[in-house]
């Protein structure tokens, strides 16, 4: 049974992007509009070398803003500021989802690449707040993005997890690499499926998922 993988398991970690909600909502096609007109004023390029280079840092550094910070030293946060500015209208709320999550037992954590303020907003309208005991941002990481490891035990050593004891939910396989190698169960939530050794679950309906998990 899928639950008993996760007896021994008292701190649950999800994403947030394309994670605690589903990918059809396409909220990050807004946020790469934004990005790219960011990098095209930052950096004084056109569209297309703006794309270019946003794919390009996702891909070698984890996210556009550490390969912004990286290699240009730009602010981190105007940048997370700007690009969060998107409209949520049409995100519904998932009141089983709350449910599942709020019976989960221990404790229950949002970790996004996003900012703090962002997940805030998408959990409100989620119908997800105050369901979840912290909520992380990449500037809690000290800008540090995942899938680096310190990332990661930036968030853990500031919450007192205990990786052994914890569960990370994420719809990017690479962010599953370091939560697997410290110990951690691993839920990959996508629409495909993706077999690889750091990956112990894959879903493609987090809420029914968790309906197996801990049903509330």
């Known amino acids: 049974m899928v639950a008993n993988s996760f007896s021994h398991v008292s701190f649950w970690v999800f994403d947030l992007d394309n994670t605690l909600y589903p990918p059809e909502a396409r909220l990050f096609d807004q946020i790469e509009v934004r990005m790219t007109a960011w990098v095209m004023k930052a950096l004084n390029v056109n569209k297309a070398e703006a794309d270019r280079l946003r794919r390009q840092y ?4 984890g996210t556009t803003l550490a390969g912004l910070m990286r290699v240009h030293g730009v602010d981190p946060a105007p940048y997370l500021t700007d690009v969060h ?12 989802l709350a449910r599942l999550i709020s019976a989960l037992p221990g404790r229950r954590i949002v970790y996004t690449n996003g900012s703090a303020p962002y997940a805030e907003r998408v959990l409100e309208a989620r119908g997800l707040a105050g369901r979840f005991d912290a909520i992380y941002g990449v500037e809690h990481a ?5 899938p680096e490891r310190a990332a990661f035990e930036t968030i853990f050593k500031t919450d007192n997890l205990d990786p052994a004891q914890g569960a990370m939910f994420e719809d990017d396989p690479r962010n599953l690499v370091a939560p697997n190698d410290m110990g951690m169960r691993t ?5 495909d499926r993706l077999d690889a050794p750091y ?11 968790l309906a197996q998990v801990f049903p509330a």
């Not at 000290?142 to 995942?146: A, V, Y």
């Open 58 to 61: 996702w891909a070698e550094y």
């Open 85 to 96: 500015e998107i409209d949520l209208s049409h995100l519904v709320p998932d009141p089983k």
């Open 142 to 146: 000290g800008f540090k993005p995942k």
């Open 187 to 191: 839920v990959h939530v996508a629409p």
């Open 199 to 209: 990956i112990h679950h894959h879903t493609n309906d987090l809420t029914g998922f």
